[in-house]
């Protein structure tokens, strides 16, 4: 069974870039037709789907976050990583990378979750 693992700092200040990794445990996974997405559920509120990567390295991004996201990735290590410029104490949240079988916009779908990482935006 495929798992997903976030890493990055708790702790970023306001205006900064908040970077996190996803390192997923099998090999090859750029390879199949999955697609591997970055979500986040702030405290006390609905999870929100981010933006996702698929096989071949085409990116979507949520119209409201899109403007300041990016998600890229390395093959070679099995990685993929999200990137999400200018934060505001309105990102603090637990951040969570999934896969889905295929490209979906939503958090319904996935087959598979990492734990998730806090991440607080804080001066």
Same mark, same amino acid.
């Not at 495929?2 to 908040?18: A, F, I």
């Not at 390879?31 to 609905?46: D, F, I, M, V």
């Given at each position: 069974?495929?798992?997903?693992? %976030? /890493?990055?700092?708790? !702790?970023?200040?306001?205006?900064?870039? =908040?970077? =996190?990794?996803?390192?997923? /445990?099998?090999? *090859?996974?750029?390879?199949?037709? $999955?697609?591997?997405?970055? !979500? #986040?559920? @702030? @405290?006390?509120?609905?999870?929100?789907?981010?933006?996702?990567?698929?096989?071949?390295?085409?990116?979507? $991004?949520? @119209?409201?976050?899109?403007?300041?996201?990016?998600?890229?990735?390395? &093959?070679?290590?099995?990685? *993929?990583?999200?990137? !999400?410029?200018?934060? &505001?104490? %309105?990102? &603090?949240?637990?951040? $969570?990378?999934? #896969?889905?079988? #295929?490209?979906?916009?939503? @958090?319904?779908?996935?087959? /598979?979750?990492? #734990?998730?990482?806090?991440?607080?935006?804080?001066?």
């Amino acid at each position: 069974q495929v798992q997903l693992q %976030e /890493s990055g700092p708790g !702790l970023v200040k306001p205006s900064q870039t =908040l970077s =996190l990794t996803c390192t997923v /445990s099998v090999d *090859f996974i750029f390879t199949g037709y $999955y697609a591997w997405s970055w !979500l #986040r559920q @702030p @405290p006390g509120k609905e999870m929100e789907w981010m933006g996702v990567i698929a096989y071949d390295g085409s990116t979507w $991004y949520s @119209p409201s976050l899109k403007s300041r996201t990016s998600i890229s990735r390395d &093959t070679s290590k099995n990685q *993929f990583f999200l990137q !999400l410029s200018a934060v &505001t104490p %309105e990102d &603090t949240a637990v951040y $969570y990378c999934a #896969r889905a079988p #295929r490209v979906n916009f939503t @958090p319904d779908g996935m087959d /598979s979750w990492g #734990r998730g990482i806090l991440v607080n935006v804080s001066s």
